[in-house]
């Protein structure tokens, strides 16, 4: 079992940054695909980035791509998410998630078994 809980949301202006932290409980957190997924309203839920159980491969969104970066610290049971240069379109509930892809695209949100509870992040223009 992994909880995940997100901090660092808040209200930027266009063009600033921000850097989204998910915390996760338990030992086996090294062995988990990291992700970043966000929901906008009124839309369907879509992916950021992801990042591999080693930090060796990571994956991003064309709309994040040069702007976004994932990272982690395993000996922290963590991962951040970087923004810069945002947009107001970038606007949403960004969503931490685990999970242990093997079939599946880490893009994809069937990979993950766990996710957080979000937090807000609002670019205003």
């Known amino acids: 079992q992994v909880q995940l809980v997100e901090s660092g949301g808040g209200l930027v202006q266009a063009g600033g940054s921000l850097r989204l932290t998910c915390a996760a409980s338990?030992?086996?957190?090294?062995?988990?695909?990291m992700g970043w997924f966000r929901q906008a309203p009124g839309k369907e839920r879509e992916f950021v980035a992801a990042i591999s159980w080693r930090g060796g491969s990571t994956y991003y969104a064309d709309s994040v791509k040069g702007r976004f970066t994932i990272s982690r610290d395993n000996a922290k049971n963590t991962v951040y998410l970087q923004m810069n240069s945002l947009k107001p379109e970038d606007t949403a509930v960004y969503y931490c998630a685990a999970g242990r892809p093997h079939d599946v695209s880490p893009t994809w949100s069937l990979a993950y078994a766990y996710w957080g509870q979000g937090t807000q992040v609002t670019v205003s223009s």
């Open positions: 338990g030992r086996t957190f090294s062995s988990y695909t």
